[in-house]
């Protein structure tokens, strides 16, 4: 069964960071692209940040460039978001998110995590 | 303002068809990128519902269906049920931003 366990939310001031982490299980984790998408309280979802199976290909929005950086382990299955500067508006639930085999031209999540609440207040 | 615009909300009663549009750009839909539909239930994560535009995953009833044309695409549910009630989002790729992008989330209603 694939599971995604995300872990490393919190409480954080504005300015400060925050490191949050994906375990992955029952898949091969080496195999597959992974990202990051947020969800603010009571809003939309925003894709956040993607990494293809070797880390070779990275992207992120524009709204976390210059302040956020994926990462991952494969030989801990393991995905990570470092989160930098943190600012009031990046508060919500952060999933890490499968990219499915099957979506061939765009990207497409075919599982996702239970999420983890990061908020960003003084 | 999302970059794929979808209903804020959508209701119908249980046994009816409901269609929810997601209307894009020739930067995105209308640019060649798929389509793809989640189905959200109150307090869960997102759930792949339609990928590729009109493709099923395995367990999703063959009540959902996706279809898309120039820069639109439209999710329908047939033969509504109760436990169909969720947010609905349709999520695809935007060349100008070089990103995925969602549209903004329907809310299904179930009368």
């Known amino acids: 069964e694939v599971q995604l366990v995300e872990s490393g939310g919190g409480l954080v001031q504005p300015g400060g960071s925050l490191r949050l982490s994906c375990g992955a299980s029952?898949?091969?984790?080496?195999?597959?692209?992974m990202n990051w998408v947020r969800q603010a309280p009571g809003k939309g979802l925003e894709w956040v940040s993607y990494i293809s199976s070797t880390s070779s290909t990275i992207h992120y929005a524009d709204s976390v460039k210059g302040r956020f950086t994926i990462s991952r382990d494969n030989a801990k299955n393991s995905l990570f978001l470092q989160m930098n500067s943190l600012r009031d508006e990046d508060t919500a639930v952060y999933y890490c998110?499968?990219?499915?085999?099957?979506?061939?031209?765009?990207?497409?999540?075919?599982?996702w995590g239970q999420g983890t609440l990061v908020t960003v207040s003084s | 303002q999302s970059v794929l615009t979808q209903p804020p909300s959508v209701s119908g009663s249980p046994g009816q068809r409901v269609t929810i549009s997601c209307t894009g750009s020739?930067?995105?839909?209308?640019?060649?990128?798929?389509v793809h539909w989640y189905q959200q239930l109150p307090g869960a994560a997102p759930k792949l519902l339609i990928y590729?535009?009109?493709n099923r995953p395995s367990g999703v009833p063959d009540r959902f269906s996706g279809s898309k044309s120039g820069t639109s695409a439209s999710l329908a549910i047939t033969g509504l049920l109760a436990e169909d009630e969720a947010d609905y989002y349709c999520q695809s790729y935007d060349i100008s931003l070089s990103g995925w992008v969602f549209g903004g989330g329907t809310k299904l209603t179930v009368l």
């Open positions: 998110a499968r990219d499915g085999k099957s979506c061939t031209s765009t990207s497409c999540y075919d599982y």
């Open positions: 029952g898949f091969t984790f080496s195999t597959y692209t």
């Open positions: 020739s930067s995105n839909i209308g640019a060649g990128y798929a």
């Open positions: 590729g535009n009109s």
